[in-house]
């Protein structure tokens, strides 16, 4: 992002501390650069304590499901994930959000670390959330605060990795959940990861998928485009604008799935446009922007892959899969894998 300042840390309580790599001024100063250059990326969305507030109630909204289904996957396979989890790897998952789908992660491995020595009450692994909002970060924290793990969360990108790694104890099991990973382009995210992941380290990740047989694509792009285009996505992506005056009649919110080509063929992924309709001006600190009528701002994306696609990204770029669990209609998926040294 190179946008880190100084790195600062605060002590949470006896057992927990917070390292600031990305500071609440150093996502400001994104923000307005962002927008004077007419772009909104994904992850503004999540930021402040209207990021934290905006994000739980999408999720728990019945038009979008994908965190949710996710997550019902990880729970019904947990016990069968730990079998390939080595004890003594600490914890680390970026994107963190609210932490429930690792603080189930993280107490399968502390009952499957005290299995091994049960009369110590400890275990010897230690938890990492990560994330660009601290109020998320915070969250992850206190749902865990009971667990017998050294504790140490970090505010800041994925980008950052090489910094945010001087933090953690290794081997760790490197996590990116809650679909978290289809938001940045393939190629990328596996090459960072396999950049600063070591020879022990595991990387473990989910994805809401595109099923494979032509009929069913067509039915998963039908729902798709209605669970990222409904009122409560809108909203959640018009946010950032919306905090600074303008209202949803200042613009429209137009989203669209394409196919686009990539080193393995053609992979499905979302558009996001708002588009101005009238004259406005937002003040971001000391600081006036102004948009016409007509401008657009671009947005994030999010990718929607077949199981294959996401496998042959793995191979190309390096790791090899230890484990696999699809969910029956293989529109989810969960991985484990390593990089091929």
């Not at 998928?209 to 409560?232: F, H, M, N």
């Not at 657009?296 to 077949?306: A, H």
Request: charged letters at 30%.
């Amino acid at each position: 992002m190179n946008i880190t300042g100084k790195v600062e840390s605060r002590q949470v309580s006896e057992n927990s501390e917070i390292i600031v790599v990305t500071s609440k001024k150093d996502i400001e100063e994104k923000f307005r650069q962002c927008l004077k250059n007419h772009e909104l990326p994904d992850y503004l969305l999540y930021t402040g304590a209207r990021g934290t507030k905006n994000w739980m109630e999408l999720d728990r909204a019945e038009t979008f499901p994908v965190a949710r289904q996710l997550k019902t996957l990880l729970e019904r396979n947990l016990e069968s994930i730990m079998r390939f989890i080595p004890t003594g790897m600490s914890f680390v998952s970026v994107g963190v959000g609210d932490g429930e789908k690792e603080k189930i992660v993280l107490e399968a491995l502390v009952r499957k670390n005290l299995a091994e020595n049960p009369t110590s009450g400890k275990v010897s692994i230690s938890y990492y959330p990560i994330d660009i909002n601290g109020e998320f970060v915070d969250l992850a924290l206190e749902k865990v605060e009971n667990l017998p793990v050294g504790k140490k969360g970090i505010v800041g990108f994925i980008e950052d990795m090489a910094t945010l790694k001087k933090n953690w104890r290794l081997p760790v099991l490197f996590c990116i959940l809650g679909n978290t990973f289809c938001n940045y382009e393939p190629e990328f995210i596996l090459q960072l990861v396999r950049e600063n992941l070591e020879q022990e380290d595991l990387f473990f990740f989910d994805a809401n998928l595109l099923p494979t047989e032509d009929q069913e694509v067509r039915a998963a792009r039908k729902s798709i485009l209605g669970a990222y285009s409904s009122r409560e996505n809108a909203l959640f992506n018009m946010y950032p604008l919306l905090q600074y005056g303008m209202v949803p009649e200042d613009f429209d919110f137009e989203l669209s799935l394409a196919n686009v080509k990539s080193r393995i063929g053609g992979v499905y992924r979302t558009r996001k446009n708002l588009y101005i309709l009238k004259d406005t001006e937002l003040a971001i600190g000391a600081e006036t922007i102004s948009f016409r009528k007509g401008d657009v701002i671009r947005m994030g994306f999010t990718y929607k892959y077949t199981y294959d696609q996401i496998t042959a990204f793995l191979d190309i770029c390096g790791f090899d899969i230890l484990k696999a669990f699809l969910s029956e209609d293989r529109t989810n998926a969960i991985i484990l894998a390593k990089k091929r040294m």
